[in-house]
């Protein structure tokens, strides 16, 4: 996870959230929806992956139509000094999509994903088996509330309009 930030702009929020509903969209295609040039365009992208924040260009994918429709959050409470260990078993694990290290009851969280209910007991079984693991709790999940998702809180921060050349801007009629 990175600590450094970058500070970003109505454009630099404006670009992400073209890419987000049009992720096929190249650097022309997205200029012309945006109304900034290409060269611009390209440079903020390019600004943008180097220090991070868009970190790829790949496909969304659904796991349930990919055939793994079952999911869960585990909860972990490791043994002192364990996280390294713990992080990778369970980075061996296919079905445990994230972990995260955590403050609170539990060490780590896990998002795990299974085909079946009998193929996540056989997930939950194997990460139970480390020696690093404590006690784990878990909850399938019913049903996806809120889909992940950045845009509402990228837009939520007041956020600086870059200047922009005198052939972008727009005429105020009279």
Same mark, same amino acid.
């Given at each position: 996870?990175?600590? !450094?930030?970058?500070?970003?702009?109505?454009?630099?929020?404006?670009?992400?959230?073209?890419?987000?509903?049009?992720?096929?969209?190249?650097?022309?295609?997205? !200029?012309?929806l945006?109304? +900034?040039?290409r060269?611009?365009?390209?440079?903020? #992208?390019?600004?943008?992956?180097?220090? =991070?924040?868009?970190? =790829?260009?790949g496909?969304?994918v659904? #796991?349930t139509a990919?055939?793994?429709? &079952?999911?869960?959050? *585990?909860?972990?409470?490791?043994?002192? =000094?364990?996280?390294?260990? +713990? @992080?990778?078993? %369970?980075?061996a694990?296919?079905?445990?999509?994230?972990?995260? @290290?955590t403050?609170?009851?539990?060490?780590?969280v896990?998002? *795990?994903?299974?085909?079946?209910?009998?193929? #996540?007991?056989a997930?939950?079984l194997?990460i139970?088996? !480390?020696?690093? &693991?404590?006690?784990?709790?878990? +909850?399938?999940? #019913?049903?996806? &509330?809120?889909?992940?998702?950045?845009?509402? %809180?990228?837009r939520?921060?007041?956020?600086? *309009?870059?200047?922009?050349?005198? @052939?972008?801007? +727009?005429?105020?009629?009279?």
């Amino acid at each position: 996870m990175s600590t !450094s930030t970058t500070s970003l702009d109505a454009l630099d929020v404006r670009l992400i959230a073209l890419l987000t509903e049009h992720p096929r969209a190249g650097v022309l295609e997205l !200029s012309r929806l945006a109304r +900034v040039a290409r060269p611009t365009v390209g440079a903020r #992208l390019e600004r943008l992956e180097q220090a =991070g924040v868009i970190t =790829g260009y790949g496909p969304d994918v659904d #796991l349930t139509a990919a055939g793994f429709p &079952v999911h869960a959050i *585990v909860s972990l409470e490791i043994a002192q =000094g364990a996280i390294d260990q +713990v @992080a990778a078993e %369970l980075d061996a694990i296919p079905g445990v999509l994230s972990a995260h @290290a955590t403050t609170g009851s539990a060490d780590v969280v896990c998002q *795990v994903a299974a085909a079946s209910h009998a193929d #996540l007991h056989a997930t939950l079984l194997r990460i139970d088996r !480390s020696s690093a &693991v404590m006690r784990s709790t878990s +909850v399938v999940v #019913l049903t996806e &509330v809120v889909a992940p998702r950045v845009l509402p %809180l990228l837009r939520s921060a007041p956020l600086p *309009v870059p200047s922009r050349a005198p @052939a972008y801007r +727009v005429k105020e009629e009279s």
